[in-house]
């Protein structure tokens, strides 16, 4: 449906946090025949988080908005790794 890397980009368009920590983002769309999910990776040093976002919050984040999903995986990823007292603005 979205190619990888127009979905990699608008979700670094939305977060830009990701880039002002150094988190390498991937996107990659699964394989299997049917399958609607990507999986989204957060990078940093040596510290990974993996999760999946469903057709329905591409969709979303496509459309210019942000994912409740997206938010609470960056947050915890930035919480855990990077800066302790970090918070993100909830999705809307």
């Known amino acids: 449906m979205f190619e990888q890397r127009e979905v990699e980009a608008k979700i ?34 040596a510290r990974t988080a993996t999760f999946k976002l469903g057709i329905d919050d591409v969709k979303q984040c496509m459309a210019g908005n942000r994912c409740s999903l997206i938010n609470a995986e960056l947050e915890r990823f930035v919480r855990r790794f990077i800066d302790e007292s970090y918070t993100i603005a909830e999705a809307g």
């Open 12 to 45: 670094r368009e939305l977060y830009p946090d990701i880039d002002k920590f150094g988190i390498f983002l991937t996107v990659k769309k699964e394989r299997l025949l049917g399958a609607d999910n990507y999986d989204v990776v957060l990078e940093k040093d």
